[in-house]
């Protein structure tokens, strides 16, 4: 059980920080239809690989998957093989049921021109994710949009943000 675990935070970080590398980037739809989004907003995408520097699944409670665990992480956006962005976030465990596991997932980008949070739902294994672009801070500070994740906690992990400002 400790293995699948361990398993399963490993491949949790590496898709928070996929996501915080997109939504660094850009927005990205997630939905099967698009929102109209009014003339004289501007759409930022950006498509992004996430470099994991830090993680520490902290097991808080009881011994083992419990409310309350977190995993706490940190990461760099990376573009076209150079740094980009750096950012990191954690993931609370809301929900227990047997090896379901679902998460709250709260997420800050730092770009070179501003800031990006974001958040959502994530049950814990599975992909791809999205999450609420929430705010943001410099020129993103009326952004929002969507960032999807995919192959969260492999080699392969990608981001792509839809920003909207």
């Known amino acids: 059980m400790r293995t699948t675990e361990a398993r399963f935070k490993t491949a949790f970080l590496r898709l928070v920080t996929v ?18 989004i009014p003339a004289r907003d501007q759409v930022e995408v950006l498509e992004l ?48 049921d047997g ?6 997932c709260l997420i800050t980008m730092e ?8 958040q959502s739902i994530w049950t814990r294994g599975t992909s791809p994710l999205d999450m609420a672009i929430s705010g ?15 192959d969260i906690a492999t080699p392969d992990e990608r981001v792509r943000a839809e920003i909207i400002r």
Not at 67 to 96: E, F, P, W
Not at 99 to 104: A, E, N, R, W
Not at 111 to 118: E, F, K, V
Not at 136 to 143: H, I, L, M, N, S
């Open 19 to 36: 996501a915080l590398i997109t939504a660094a980037a850009g927005g990205c739809g997630a939905a099967g239809s698009e929102p109209e």
């Open 49 to 96: 690989k996430v470099e994991n520097t830090q993680y520490q699944a902290l097991d808080l409670g009881r011994a083992g998957v419990s409310l309350g665990d977190m995993d706490v992480y940190s990461g760099n956006a990376i573009r076209d093989g150079r740094k980009v962005g750096q950012g990191g976030g954690s993931c609370q465990t809301l929900h227990v």
């Open 99 to 104: 090896d379901k596991v679902t998460m709250q």
């Open 111 to 118: 770009l070179g021109q501003g800031s990006i949070t974001m």
């Open 136 to 150: 943001g801070t410099g020129e993103y500070r009326t952004a929002r949009g969507t960032v999807r994740f995919w």
